[in-house]
């Protein structure tokens, strides 16, 4: 044989074990494309939330790697999106059930009281006055809860105008505060006021930080009756301002803390409507310090009473 021969043989040698190669690395790159197709199928269910299982493949291909990098990214997503879809699917069937409660409890006593005073039985001018005292306040409260419902759906909508301006927060909280002064005198309450002479500047909506601190000074005065206590202080660290309402009432176990800014919640020991609110004011409070970039935050014990910290950007403004 001539070495022309030879090297002819050995180029075909060399491209049929190259054409091996390939055709078994394309066979695998199959497989593993179809394994990949099979498991997104599967994992692309109903069960999708209940397990935290991944596309795995042992290879070389760093196309391919990467490939399986984002496909478990975005399974990671998906997760994430079904299981936030489910709570807040739960949690608007909870609102709701409990906004057919909060809306029928005034309603039938509205009603009911209505039916006495158009009726055949003839009631004294105390009775009837006493009565229509009721429907009344029952009728405050009823235009209340909507008004409330009505500005959480605008805030979660991002449908609520909000402008931010340089305000003294020092201002803003002795004002409030008066506002309590003579419930809190009436009932007894201990007021401990810290809060700075000078003005202490924040970049917030006035409106919606004197409607945080009602909310909170309202809630001090009605869980924590019992203390007798109501603290309100201004502190400023760093880049930030703190505003903390403390009462000393029968205070709020752990279990229940991460849930008190759900719209709708109150304590299952505050079903007595004698202390019970909406479950509405700490959702709005809370969606109105996130539109002012600043954080609502609790700290409580049982029997220590609660600590709502409204924590704010300070602002570098000064009056001239």
């Not at 197709?37 to 935290?52: A, D, E, F, I, V």
């Not at 760093?62 to 399986?68: D, F, G, K, T, V």
């Not at 809860?145 to 991002?158: K, P």
Request: charged share 25%; aromatic share 6%; with cysteine.
């Amino acid at each position: 044989m001539s070495l022309l021969w030879w090297l002819m043989l050995l180029v075909v040698l060399i491209i049929l074990v190259l054409y091996l190669r390939e055709h078994t690395s394309h066979r695998a790159l199959r497989r593993d494309l179809t394994y990949i197709n099979q498991k997104m199928t599967t994992l692309n269910g109903p069960g999708l939330t209940l397990t935290r299982e991944r596309v795995q493949i042992v290879t070389g291909v760093q196309e391919l790697r990467e490939l399986l990098q984002g496909l478990n990214t975005l399974l990671d997503h998906a997760r994430q999106s079904s299981a936030d879809y489910i709570r807040t699917e739960q949690a608007m069937r909870r609102m709701l059930a409990n906004v057919s409660h909060d809306l029928k409890t005034p309603l039938t006593v509205i009603m009911g009281y209505t039916e006495f005073l158009t009726g055949p039985i003839s009631l004294s001018p105390e009775e009837q006055q006493r009565m229509l005292g009721q429907v009344h306040r029952k009728a405050l409260e009823l235009h209340e809860l909507i008004h409330a419902f009505f500005d959480l759906s605008r805030l979660e909508a991002d449908d609520y105008d909000l402008p931010l301006t340089p305000l003294d927060a020092c201002e803003v909280c002795r004002h409030r505060i008066l506002a309590y002064y003579d419930l809190l005198a009436e009932q007894g309450f201990e007021v401990q006021i810290a809060v700075p002479e000078h003005p202490v500047w924040v970049y917030a909506n006035e409106e919606a930080l004197s409607r945080i601190l009602d909310n909170l000074l309202s809630n001090a005065v009605r869980y924590g009756a019992d203390g007798r206590y109501l603290g309100l202080s201004l502190t400023c660290l760093e880049q930030n301002v703190h505003i903390q309402v403390a009462d000393r009432g029968a205070g709020i176990a752990r279990s229940e803390q991460a849930r008190v800014f759900e719209r709708m919640y109150t304590m299952e020991d505050s079903r007595n409507r004698r202390v019970q609110g909406s479950g509405l004011g700490l959702t709005i409070a809370q969606r109105l310090t996130e539109r002012m970039n600043g954080k609502l935050s609790l700290d409580s014990e049982p029997g220590a009473g609660a600590r709502f910290t409204l924590t704010l950007p300070a602002s570098t403004y000064r009056k001239p």
